[in-house]
Every structure is written in structure tokens, then in C-alpha cells.
């Protein structure tokens, strides 16, 4: 088994393809309108599954926000330099919410990021070779 894709429901679907495209450095891969269900899909990441793993924005239409609850958590992507990856988000207009520094009890550099619904998105600094076929 291998993951697919993670779906976020948001708010405005244009501000959140910028985001994470334009922020987060995605890519639009695909998006997919269904008027007779009243919502609109567009798919994001970094490259296309069964190989990557992507996040499927879902708009509903007429809907602006939603309650995100206490069981959602974040997002994690491995970036080379979390400390060059924060001052990117923030140069785009980005929220950070946790700058780059060590874990709490660890040593792996790690940042948080926000996106325009709320959504936390974690920066995992991983240097290329950490990990075996490991691509980043």
C-alpha cells in the first residue's frame, strides 16, 4: 500500500492553489468541476502519485471556511534548509508560525507554516542522502 493523497477542504480554492503553489512550490497537477455536486477539486504537490503523494484542495462551493477540529494535525515536507525554505515562505507573503530551530528534545531543525485556511504545514529539514533513495 502506499499513501495517494491527503484532501483538505478550503475556503477559496484560487488562494489556496497560490498558496501552495506559489509559497510551497507545487505543482497545479490536475483540477476536476462538478457543478451537479456543487464542488471543485484541484489536485497539488511536488510530483504525481503512485510515485508522490498528493493534496487534493476541495472546494465546496459557498463555503468560506470551516472548523478544523482537534484531531487534525499538520502536514510534513522534507526541505533542505528550513531556515532558507522559512525566509521563501515569508518573501511570498507566507505565515510562519514556528521559526527554524531544534525539535523540543532532539536535534532535527524543523518550522511550522500556516496556510490560508489554517492548515499547518511542517518544514522537516533533511539534508539530499539522508534517507536511501531518498529524492528531494
Known sequence: MLILHTMLRVGNLQRSIDFYTKVLGMKLLRTNDNP????????????????HA??????????????QGTAYGHIALAVEDVHKACADVKLQGGNVTREAGPVKGGT????FVQDPDGYKIELIERKPGHWPNEKL
Do not use: H, M
Not at 54 to 67: F, K
Open 36 to 51: 451537479e455536486y456543487k464542488y471543485t477539486l484541484a489536485f497539488v504537490g511536488y510530483g504525481t502519485n503512485p510515485g
Open 54 to 67: 498528493e493534496l487534493e484542495l476541495t472546494y465546496n462551493y459557498g463555503v468560506d471556511s470551516y472548523e
Open 108 to 111: 532535527t531543525n524543523i518550522a
